[in-house]
């Protein structure tokens, strides 16, 4: 009987070291929130990845909800955010009743257009409203134009938050994605490249990171004044990470190298052995960028035979997990109000059970595919996958 292949998950560390940080835990009785493995795994995420300052939470869209009261978005403010992404990202957004505008891809990074980003700015400064923020989002572990969109945001004065929950570990110029912003998020669920089981981290850059981190502390711990009786002068949160997730997480810090270096193999292994399929490319990647990999996804040329739910079925039927692109955020339903701003003139739907339209983020999610990327997975795996995959184009 063929073993059932995963898309991406959870990977242990074969040393033990998670079981180690929670049998402390145990043994000291700590086992609520904060803690030593919580102060520990902050303080160790920030050396690994050279942000000023982390908050451990309980969910990445619980960072990426404290980035944007930290930054101060709130009622009647709009936010840029990158449309080709999870839902998390842009929710927090609604939370703090503020607007998201969408801003499209491009197809050298899949992630938000500079061009576009500009063209937004451009538009709403014309209308005298600014955004509070702007949100990219690091997909797959692809890096943005992350350059360009940080000079772009100093050159309007606003606050960048990265969205990097699916590429921690990636480094471009030498530097780990969520730290060129002000604010970065890193997830920890499940299926990511290290996981706590849950739970999410907030890296802050900014001069008074300190300052910052204490506000964000407060408002995760239900927002309870220093006093000697229970008084709130602000509504709060339950965001705090459990010193036991804390301690899956620092046994996990401790293999994320390993891990960026299988999910690399993964892609590579695809794109040698996928690669001269005709009209399948593989996810971009930029110069001087060493990606984390964290889900190989392809795209296929309008032009192909196969489809990619062509491919998701077949793969399904041989007990092999896939999954659809994510569907841009400006073409769901529930922000269907929102603006969107993108450098294709004349969008229009191409695909009316899906309601993909033209723009750059429209054509990825109607053309794209996950492969599984199981950090798992073995050569005999990989090679099934492929076969699987090569016998659609016969």
């Known amino acids: 009987m063929k073993q059932h292949i995963f898309l991406s998950s959870p990977h242990m560390s074969e040393e033990g070291y998670e079981q180690e940080y929670i049998k402390e835990a145990f043994d000291t009785n700590w086992i609520a929130p904060l803690g030593k493995n919580v102060t520990e795994f902050e303080k160790e995420m920030t050396a690994k990845l050279?942000?000023?300052?982390?908050?451990?939470?309980?969910a990445g869209t619980a960072a990426i909800h404290m980035a944007l009261k930290a930054i101060g978005v709130s009622q009647g403010d709009i936010v840029f955010c990158q449309s080709l992404t999870f839902s998390a990202t842009a929710n927090p957004i609604v939370y703090e009743k503020a607007t998201p505008v969408f801003i499209d891809s491009n197809k050298e990074t899949w992630n938000m257009d500079p061009k576009a980003l500009e063209l937004a700015f451009e538009k709403y400064q014309k209308q005298g409203k600014m955004p509070k923020a702007v949100m990219v989002v690091h997909l797959y572990g692809i890096c943005a134009h992350i350059d360009e969109i940080v000079e772009i945001c100093k050159k309007y004065q606003v606050p960048l938050i990265e969205d990097a929950a699916e590429s921690?570990?990636?480094?471009?110029?030498?530097?780990?994605?969520?730290?060129?912003?002000?604010?970065?998020i890193i997830s920890f669920n499940g299926n990511k490249i290290i996981t706590s089981s849950g739970g999410g981290m907030l890296l802050i850059n900014t001069e008074d990171a300190e300052e910052k981190a204490k506000k964000v502390l407060y408002w995760a711990t239900q927002a309870r004044e220093p006093a000697r009786w229970y008084q709130h002068t602000e509504i709060g949160y339950n965001y705090r990470m459990s010193n036991i997730v804390?301690?899956?997480?620092?046994?996990?810090?401790?293999?994320?190298?390993?891990?960026?270096?299988?999910?690399?193999y993964?892609?590579?292994?695809?794109?040698?052995?996928?690669?001269?399929?005709?009209?399948?490319?593989?996810?971009?990647?930029?110069?001087?960028?060493?990606?984390?990999?964290?889900?190989?996804?392809?795209?296929?040329?309008?032009?192909?035979?196969?489809?990619?739910?062509?491919?998701?079925?077949?793969?399904?039927?041989?007990?092999?997990e896939s999954r659809p692109i994510w569907k841009p955020m400006h073409l769901q339903p529930v922000f269907s109000d929102c603006d969107?701003?993108?450098?294709?003139?004349?969008l229009h739907v191409v695909d009316e059970e899906t309601g993909a339209d033209n723009s750059i983020s429209g054509e990825i999610f109607e053309r794209g595919v996950c492969m599984p990327s199981d950090s798992k997975m073995s050569d005999e795996d990989l090679e099934r996958v492929c076969d699987v995959v090569r016998k659609l184009w016969r």
Request: glycine content about 10%.
């Open 50 to 58: 050279g942000a000023k300052r982390a908050v451990a939470l309980s």
């Open 168 to 184: 921690l570990g990636t480094i471009y110029h030498g530097k780990f994605t969520g730290t060129f912003g002000d604010y970065g």
């Open 246 to 264: 804390a301690g899956i997480g620092r046994g996990q810090l401790k293999v994320l190298d390993k891990r960026v270096e299988k999910k690399r």
């Open 266 to 320: 993964i892609y590579e292994y695809y794109k040698e052995n996928l690669g001269d399929l005709d009209g399948i490319h593989f996810m971009p990647m930029m110069e001087d960028t060493r990606s984390n990999c964290w889900l190989t996804s392809i795209q296929l040329d309008a032009e192909c035979k196969v489809k990619p739910l062509d491919i998701m079925i077949a793969l399904e039927e041989d007990d092999v």
């Open 340 to 346: 969107f701003v993108s450098f294709v003139e004349k």
